[in-house]
């Protein structure tokens, strides 16, 4: 798709694009309850794009009555699973049509790389969309293994309006890691994209209801966490919130759980993954290249971003060097430029945020070995450069602490137990990677660490047919694989006496 394109023809693009940006609900754009609106900027260059309406409490409920209507008139969540299948698979080709809007919008919003929204993010959703779609006749119910008078049946049901929160990093992506799953299994849902980063969802929506998902089964409200986020996390009639993001927001759907329906709350929160290179590695550059891709890709903000680098002492600076020189090709650019590898942080918030953390690892003594500065600043945009400190502790705050930028902290040992207890040395447990070429090592090290993932002799490897999520305070439940169908369905046993 972006092989095609030049810098100037996505620039182009990007002057001639329209966007959505009212509230979807009911299958139409509507206004804001109360009028009001948010600023939608360009993190590339500071500048607005559109103002969006910030829905508040009156619109998540509107929505959500649209979602519970739709769900009680059985319009999809009591169709046969091979129309919903045929739905679906309409959608994924009507997002694989809009594929280059798609990844414009994403990189507008976001000031991620073209070349990753248009290689990476969209092709992934569409994936994702099909092969739920696909799904939704392969799975089956049960039948206990009661004894000969009585007969058990054990079927999965939708669980009802799922509430979905999605972060500002991959919009569409961990959007689809949850609308996939969500529909296939029959639910309603009302989306709350972040308010950086609410444009592609909107065009999302309209598409879904293009490929004739019913009204009122597919709702977005764009809105600020505090208001709309937590109005869809306090609602009585929302039966289940799925969340990706901070551990601290995370915490806050919990206590909105508790303080109202105990409505169902699955969460993929904050890592702190440790990237162990042992010198055994069987391919130190790869696995060098490897870490300075796993941190500084998407501009760091990755919920499993290899942020902390432990390295056996007597490859560290080799691995170090490397390091070096793959962020000398992953500089920031323009993001619309296809020969870009590294955009611009998402707003002016986060960067001073990653600003804010670099200044503080260099006072509590780690060692600065390259970067930390904003660069680009002549733009009006938000970039900073690919940042790396040496001599780190791993209690100092820079290796404890979720940064959610391109800074990684380098921590080194001498024996795998320490690497080991190190990497666990933390509230978090989404991700881990160990590169060593003994098969004993590698098996005890992936065991012995606390992650939902663990990559061993790679980093950031999967599939749609592998789930993901953390250990910890990283959260619960399970995105992508089967298994992430759990989440969205609720399990009823029918016993029948037939003595």
């Given amino acids: 798709m972006s092989a095609a394109l030049s810098r100037e023809n996505w620039n182009d ?12 609900i009911g299958n139409r754009f509507v206004s804001a309850a109360s ?21 508040d409490k009156e619109d998540v409920d509107r929505a959500v009555k649209a979602a519970r209507a739709a769900f009680d008139k059985g319009v999809w969540s009591r169709i046969a699973g091979a129309e919903r299948k045929k739905v679906l698979l309409r959608f994924a080709d009507l997002m694989e049509k809009h594929a280059t809007e798609l990844a414009l919008l994403e990189t507008l919003d976001i000031g991620k790389p073209i070349g990753d929204s248009s290689s990476v993010d969209v092709p992934l959703s569409i994936q994702c969309i099909r092969w739920y779609a696909e799904a939704i006749d392969k799975i089956y119910d049960e039948i206990a293994p009661t004894e000969p008078n009585a007969i058990s049946l054990i079927r999965r049901e939708p669980l009802g309006v799922v509430g979905a929160v999605i972060p500002w990093n991959f919009p569409l992506l ?23 980063s609410p444009l592609s969802m909107l065009r ?9 998902v019913p009204e009122g089964v597919f709702n977005v409200v764009p809105g600020y966490g505090e208001t709309a986020g937590q109005a869809l996390g306090r609602h009585m009639d929302v039966d289940a919130i799925t969340f990706t993001g901070s551990t601290e927001v995370g915490k806050f759907f919990l206590r909105y759980s508790g303080e109202s329906n105990m409505k169902q709350v699955s969460l993929e929160c904050g890592g702190k993954t440790p990237n162990i290179i042992m010198a055994d590695a069987p391919n130190l550059d790869a696995a060098a290249e490897a870490a300075a891709w796993g941190i500084f890709f998407n501009q760091g903000e990755v919920c499993n971003a290899g942020s902390r680098l432990i390295v056996e002492e007597s490859v560290k600076d080799a691995v170090l060097e490397k390091i070096r020189k793959v962020a000398q090709i992953l500089q920031p650019g323009d993001p619309l430029d296809p020969k870009t590898k590294m ?16 200044e503080a690892g260099s006072k509590e003594g780690a060692k600065l070995a390259f970067g930390g500065k904003r660069v680009r600043s002549e733009t009006g945009g938000y970039y900073i450069e690919p940042t790396v400190f040496d001599g780190v502790k791993n209690s100092m705050k820079i290796a404890q602490e979720e940064i959610f930028g391109p800074v990684l902290s380098t921590i080194t040992f001498k024996d795998p137990a320490d ?16 590169w060593t070429s003994d098969i004993n090592k590698a098996f005890k090290t992936s065991a012995a660490l606390r992650a939902g993932v663990v990559w061993v002799n790679c980093f950031d490897n999967g599939h749609i047919s592998s789930p993901f999520g953390g250990f910890k305070q990283s959260g619960f439940g399970r995105d992508k694989s089967l298994h992430a169908m759990d989440k969205y369905t609720q399990l009823k046993a029918t016993w029948i006496n037939i003595s």
Avoid at 346 to 356: A, F, H, I, K, P
Avoid at 419 to 434: E, F, H, R, S
């Fill in 13 to 24: 693009r990007a002057r001639s694009l329209s966007y959505r940006n009212q509230c979807f």
């Fill in 35 to 55: 009028g009001r609106t948010f600023t939608s900027t360009n993190p590339a260059t500071g500048k607005p794009l559109t103002q969006v309406s910030a829905g």
């Fill in 419 to 434: 690497a080991v207890k190190i990497g666990n040395d933390t509230v978090y447990g989404l991700a881990a990677a160990v």
């Fill in 174 to 196: 961990m959007g689809s890691w949850k609308i996939g799953p969500a529909l296939a299994t029959g639910n309603s849902m009302v989306v709350k994209p972040a308010e950086q």
């Fill in 204 to 212: 999302l929506a309209e598409l879904a209801a293009e490929a004739g």
């Fill in 343 to 358: 955009g611009a942080m998402v707003d002016e918030t986060q960067m001073n945020r990653v600003l804010g953390y670099i």
